[in-house]
């Protein structure tokens, strides 16, 4: 879910969300707030890749901003992550998750419920609902089963979960904006659980979708799934991207570089950094570590402008985009998905 930062080399990236083009939750390359971010050399963004299709399905609607209620409370007896009360921005953790196996009975307790969250939400989507009262679910949900929503107050994220409509790329802010119908949305969700983070997302269709639009939906998904294909110990990182360029070219999609995967499990965003597109970052996987997969493709511009609230990032050019968010576990005998 979130992370931004100029970045000549993978060693030099650090989790921060969308502030002043630091990081986001969908770890930008060189960002964090649920999916990392990367921007390479000086130029930042402004040297990323737009790779468009012939011809760009756009919503009937530009997506505008709404009211953002006041953050909701947590009990205090719910365990909270470090930056819960001060509301920093906490550096990317360079070192891979590996779990013992206490470590993991938890982090597919987190997983499950992540994953629970989710589709529970996502049953809310139809037109007329706000993200708002999709927001309000999830915290009570997560918050009535022990846990904490780890996107609140993460760097000052106002809410508990992330909804990104239409054009949004991630990290949208829930408001008070009815759906429309005809939207896609992705419900990203994380959870803090006993001490370690569930991470995952999904996007989902408002009553009835284009043709286009549906079918940007399903590759996207696709495209997770042969990434995830890949995955097994001793595999290297990058046939992650390779996986996911060719689903996308395939079908004339644009795959968004500038938001990442990332570790997790203990710590909200740590290595390994996942790029979804072709590359050839050296690195491999390891036996027991968790990280997730987040692919974010796009109809036409993979460009994103960052609103004045510092999260929101949309296309530059107004096309769809989709995203799907799984955390995996590296085993012995290939990959196991805690976010079904």
Not at 7 to 28: K, Q, Y
Not at 70 to 84: E, K, L, M, S
Not at 152 to 163: D, E, H, M
Request: charge should be neutral; hydrophobic fraction near 35%.
């Amino acid at each position: 879910m979130f992370a931004t930062a100029t970045a000549t080399s993978l060693a030099d990236i650090r989790a921060n969300p969308l502030r002043s083009h630091a990081t986001s939750h969908g770890t930008r390359y060189g960002r964090t707030a649920s999916s990392p971010v990367v921007c390479r050399g000086k130029r930042g963004l402004s040297e990323l890749l737009s790779l468009g299709v012939e011809k760009a399905a756009k919503p009937k609607n530009p997506l505008v901003a709404g009211k953002v209620s006041p953050y909701r409370p947590v009990p205090p007896h719910i365990g909270r992550p470090p930056y819960a009360d001060s509301g920093d921005l906490p550096r990317m953790d360079d070192n891979y998750q590996i779990h013992t196996a206490k470590q993991l009975e938890k982090m597919r307790a987190a997983c499950k419920l992540a994953a629970e969250v989710r589709d529970k939400a996502g049953e809310m989507v139809r037109p007329g609902v706000t993200t708002e009262e999709i927001d309000a679910f999830v915290h009570e949900m997560t918050v009535a089963a022990g846990a904490y929503p780890s996107p609140l107050n993460y760097g000052q994220f106002p809410k508990s979960v992330c909804t990104s409509v239409n054009e949004c790329i991630c990290h949208g802010i829930p408001d008070s904006r009815p759906l429309e119908d005809g939207d896609i949305v992705n419900i990203d969700v994380t959870v803090y659980l006993d001490g370690h983070h569930g991470d995952t997302s999904k996007t989902f269709l408002c009553g009835e979708v284009s043709p286009e639009a549906k079918k940007l939906v399903d590759i996207t998904r696709k495209s997770l799934e042969a990434a995830i294909s890949e995955c097994k110990a001793g595999a290297p990182f990058n046939k992650i991207g390779t996986a996911i360029q060719n689903v996308a070219d395939k079908h004339k999609y644009g795959v968004v570089r500038n938001f990442v995967g990332h570790g997790v499990g203990r710590t909200f965003h740590s290595a390994p950094t996942i790029l979804h597109y072709r590359n050839r970052e050296p690195g491999v996987m390891v036996e027991g570590q968790t990280f997730t997969i987040e692919p974010m493709l796009s109809m036409g511009s993979t460009r994103e402008r960052v609103w004045k609230d510092n999260w929101t990032a949309v296309t530059t050019d107004g096309s769809l985009t989709a995203q799907f968010e799984h955390t995996l576990l590296i085993t012995k005998d290939g990959v196991e998905i805690l976010t079904l």
